[in-house]
């Protein structure tokens, strides 16, 4: 593990600017288990989890996303409340239900409510079935296994949230509009000590903003880590473990012409399957008072 210094900026510019220099020192670890040791015996729950009948459908993608040592960098124990946001598929849900299953807790984040976009009854309708789906999908109790809307987040809930994790999703996000209330429900739900993970497409530095605003799934690092700080939150650390140099992430078609979209079908299909998945960022950051 080495250390580097974060550039830290104010909320003018965002997104546009260039990243300032400052004088915040932050953690950057460039291998592939940043904090190996944060959790004794935590790495052989992983591989259960890992090795789980349910993912027999799912390991393939493994060698893209290294859920073992991504959930390692992010300091997920298992017996800790985690909230995976807009879960999707369920593919993260599949390893973290198994691992949490014993003494933690599973929260599906799901959309607030959004007009013209997120109509109230289907959020709440998924968030409603999550503990079924995970449940159907690991063959675990629904007992184990939560969700809600962050537009109805229960007063009881805040603050009860060691760990929430946001998976590919900060483009959405950003070209939705919808960032800044999203990440300000999930801190609220964080304990003060509490650690937000992300892992999202990365363009290059010098992408220009009309190509990493969020519309062809690619952001800038610096541009997430600066959004994080304005809505109260500190940088950690930043991993590699997810980087994929092949990936030159200037896509006319956006990060969907990668695997596993393929948006461009057949076509040069090959070229495409040998670049493999996108190259992500891996972020964690804390909960500011």
Not at 275 to 280: A, L, M, N, Y
Request: glycine share 10%; hydrophobic share 40%.
């Amino acid at each position: 593990m080495r250390r580097t210094l974060l550039a830290i900026s104010s909320f003018a510019g965002l997104l546009a600017g260039p990243l300032s220099t400052a004088n915040a020192e932050v953690e950057t670890d460039t291998g592939t288990a940043a904090e190996a040791d944060f959790c004794k015996g935590c790495d052989a729950l992983l591989e259960l989890a890992l090795a789980h009948p349910g993912r027999k459908d799912d390991r393939a993608r493994d060698a893209y996303r290294h859920p073992a040592e991504t959930l390692a960098f992010m300091r997920v124990r298992p017996d800790m409340k985690v909230g995976e946001y807009a879960p999707g598929g369920g593919w993260y849900s599949r390893v973290l239900g198994p691992y949490l299953a014993k003494e933690g807790h599973l929260a599906g984040l799901f959309f607030s409510p959004t007009p013209g976009r997120f109509a109230a009854e289907k959020v709440q309708s998924d968030a409603e079935a999550f503990p079924g789906r995970v449940a159907a999908g690991t063959g675990l109790a629904a007992g184990n296994f939560s969700g809600m809307t962050l537009g109805a987040v229960p007063n009881a809930e805040k603050g009860t949230f060691d760990r929430i994790l946001v998976f590919r999703m900060m483009h959405n996000l950003l070209r939705w509009n919808m960032a800044d209330g999203e990440i300000k429900a999930m801190r609220a739900l964080l304990k003060d000590d509490g650690l937000l993970g992300i892992v999202q497409h990365r363009a290059s530095p010098d992408a220009a903003y009309a190509y990493a605003d969020g519309n062809h799934g690619y952001l800038r690092e610096a541009d997430v880590i600066r959004f994080m700080e304005v809505n109260g939150f500190e940088l950690v650390a930043k991993s590699e473990i997810n980087a994929n140099p092949k990936d030159s992430a200037d896509w006319e078609g956006g990060v969907w012409t990668l695997p596993p979209t393929f948006a461009r079908k057949d076509q040069d299909k090959a070229k495409y399957a040998a670049i493999g998945e996108s190259d992500r960022m891996t972020l964690l950051f804390r909960k500011r008072p």
